[in-house]
Every structure is written in C-alpha cells, then in structure tokens.
C-alpha cells in the first residue's frame, strides 16, 4: 500500500495488486491515493502535500521489488536469520552467505550454534538484509525479508557450487567451512518482502525473485551520485525542469541511480518533490552511467533553448 | 564453549558452566581447553598456538555476557527481529529500539506490517543487535539474541515511561508514533545468548541480563584505543610486559577498552597473543579513561625499572 509513513507496512491489498509506492520520497508525505479499501495510519490530516508536476512526463519505469531485492541481496555477504527453536520459538542471530544464480542463499553453519541446530530440526528460515550503507535514520534504509526453507545441497555438483559461492562471498569461511560440524545450506526462496525506505515496499513471488537480476550499475551508483551532486548541481537541476515535469525545480540532488533511470529530490516553490527520469536505453554495466548522465544533460538542454 | 574458529558456536555444556571464551583473540587459536565432554569442530590440528604468559599475572575480570549484552543493547536502536507468521513460520524484519533501565526493547510497530500483525498474533519474538563499528568479517563482530515475549504497556504509566524511551532512542518515530495503526511493544527477555566474535559467546537468563548495566565507558572507548594505538605504542608495550604477564612482547595494540580494564593484542617471538590488563578501580565514565589507563603506563614503568 501507499504508506504515509512509519515502517515496513504491508496489506494483502498491496500483496495481489503488485508494486506501489508514495514516489520514494523518504520524508512524510500525504497519501493521494488509496488502494481499494486498505486501512491507511488513520492520521493523514497536517502532513505536507507533494507538489505535482506541471508537465506531463512519459512513464519512468522503476525496478521492480524482485529486483531492488536481487539488487540488495547482492550488495552483501551478512544476514540477520530468523529459525525456529525446539519450542517453536523464533531465533534471531547474525549470519553470513553468499547469493547462487537465482538469488539463493547459500549459509555456512555449525550445528554447534543454535541456528544450525535449529535448521537441522525444522527447515523453515527467513533472512532479512539491509543496504551496507546506512542513513542515520535506521527506518530509512532499504531491506528484505527472504523466507523460505533451507536444504542440504542435494548433489556432489550442487555441493561444490554452494561451497564456491559462499567462499566467494565469504573468504573468511575458508577458515571453518571444512570443521566437521559446519554443513552448507541452500536457502530456497518461497517469499519475498521488499522495503525501500518508509513509504515504499512490495512484495515478490519465489519465482520473481529468482528470475529477477541484480542491479549491475548498483556498484557503482554511489560514487556516481555523490560526484552528480558535488559537481553537477546545474546539470540535475536541468534535467530536473525539462525532463522531469518540474518546470519550476529550483534546486535539484540526485537520490538514486538503477539500470534504468536517475531519480531526483527536488524544491519547488510549491514544496519538495521526487522526480524520475528514464535513460535512453537499460544499462548493463556501472561504467555507462557517466554517458547516461551526460546524455540526460544534452536532452534536458537541447530542450531548454528549444524555440 | 571454547571455540576454535566459525560462528556463533554453543552448547548445553556452556550454557551450564557460564562465562568461558578462548582469551578473546579475533583469529583462529587452538583449543587448548576443553568443556567436559563438549564436542569441538573436529579439526584443531595444524591451527597455531597461542603462547602463554611467561609471568603469573592477577586475575582479569572481563565483562559478563550480561554485561556485554547490556552494552551492546545501549549503543544503538536498531535490530533484526524474528516473529512468528500465522503458520508458524520464522519471519526476520528490521525494526528500532529503546531500551527500558532493566533493558526490555520499547518497538513501536505498526499493524500494518508483518511483523506487527505477527507479534499481535503470538507474542513471542527475539531480537539480534549487533556492534554499531562493523568489522570487514561480519563474524567477528560482536552481537547479542534476545529472546522473549513481547507485551503491550499495561498501564498508563508503563505506557508513559515505553513511549519517552522509544522516542529518546528514535527521534524520527515521532512522525508516526501516534498514527492509529501503531503500538509499543515491551519486550520481556527470557533468555540472552552473547556472540563477542570468533571464538567469544556466553549465555545469560532474563534475571542476569536486567541486572547488569552497559559499560558506561563503552562510549568513549573507541576514541580512546585510536588515540593509544595512534600514538602511545610505547606505553601499550611497557603496560603488556610488565603487567599482562609477557615480558617479551615487541609489539602491543589495544584491542578493547572497558570499565574494568585494558585488553591488548601483543606479538612475541613465541607468537601472536591476547593480554588482558584490570584497572585499579572500576570505571563509572569514559573521562576517567585516560587517568586510568596512564596509571597502567605509571605502574608498568615503575615495575620496569625497579631494581
């Protein structure tokens, strides 16, 4: 659902009706619209308004939640598992992993620890992992949940590919992964809950989430964005006021670069907005993002000092 | 029980015998101890040693794993936790924290999200927080599982004093703290399960947690150890050889700081290892750093040159 704000808030509503978002803006913002008749934070009334656009854009099509899950999962090699005790209970502890092909997990465990003991007694296990670079607001951070149920690798190959790809995303596992009580365990994905931030989650299917491919500009967005906004300021702006339906931006930062597009926070004189803008093409590789931005910039002036 | 290397490694053994860890050494040691009939990774040999204190030095006290746990619960607010889906399936999501004086978790969820719905629907959860300074190795860091019930505030005041700590430890919450689809929730700890990193982990029960307090110089410490290593490398060397028991150490670092001591990594000709140096009182505050920890300086040197 549209989110006014707080955490990781979910309907079935939003569940069936796919990917919805409040416009990734990560401050408190009314909600316009609603989604059939799925209960909202009952207190809307006093939260600012998001000032529209005052030209119509062609849609910008952001990753989808499979994606931005992918994109997360492959950002990092630590986990926090949930399991499940002797009793029933959930067991939070701090793991690591490394993704196989189709986003599975691949977790390294003793059976001396009490997640591997609880593995070992019942399957059912969920991850959840957070974006490695933190904002100061911990609710603000990009996460997913992954829930499923962890299996032995099954083969003498599917062992030898679990093992390679946990010590690929793990090196210091080389230490322990052959201690008689660590065994190899591959997480298979049933469900899947992505949260970008407050006010924009969804969720992703176990099939979804498995075809879905990792971001590949995501290792390099950070740098990117931060030279965008420490050098690039009039750029942003441009971008922002003739491709971004925001006429009247007057100043503009870059929050977020993907495969597919650049999105901006801007002012207005009417207030802050969030604005998306699409590349001409999907990129395949971080080094594209430089001639992508450059690009962007060219249109946005060409039609700037269009008659 | 005295781990050899790997994760979060425990067993019934060392959940009866308390507080026992292979000298807080980071990498991979032998086990040189064993716990009654505890079992061990299969693997010790080929692993180096560690070198023994040549002189009998005092004892050490280190913090209780209620202690650490209670440390480790105050410096920040956010956590991983693991709820219960109506199927009874294990769910991990990220939420914030306060943390009550007896160290309860104040959440404040929403109903909303998944894990609101979950703890309304069965209350048991647990919580993993860990160490706010990530080292590379996810696994050597330290971490804390909390586990327990949650409870609504049952009354006025209770729900008075959950709210001030929520808010004092998550200033954003004030956004969304009062929309209609969110509660606070106490969690009540039944049982503690301490993980310092390699080879470091305890157990503690509900009791002995809520009776410990963090470590009230645990704010100050990591400046304090990059000002020591930076530039008393000396003082660090003369405090291992003449008070933590290894007079042939040729180099020491400080590797931890807490109310009751000095811990450092020192190499010998022997090998690389732990020392462990007390305060002469227990500290209250992190400006009684530095006094302490020259007075370690003063009594090293004054052993050093006695006749």
Redesign the interface.
Known sequence: ?L?????????DEDRRDGQQWAGGCAS?VRVTETVGSA?????IDGAPSVPTPLVATGPAPRPSAAEEARTLVAAT????????TAD?????????YGALDDGAPVL???R????GRNLAADP?????I?QIDRPP?????A?V?L?GRAERPSDAASLAAARATHLTA?P?AS??I?????SLWILRIDRV?W?GGYGRMDSASGPAYAAAQPDPVATGAAAAIAHLNADHADALLAIARALGGYPDATTARCSGLDRRGIDLALDTPRGRAPARVSFSATLTQSAQLRAATVELTRRARAAATAP
Chains 1, 2 share one sequence.
């Open positions: 659902m989110a006014a704000g707080g955490a990781d808030v979910s309907t408190l209960p909202d934070h009952g207190v090699n630590v986990a926090a598992i949930a399991t499940l029933g209970d959930p067991w939070a502890s701090l793991i690591t390294c465990l003793s001396l620890a009490e997640h059912r296990a969920s991850l959840v957070t607001d911990p609710l603000a951070a996460r949940t829930a793990v210091a230490t322990y052959d201690f008689s009580d660590f809950r949260v």
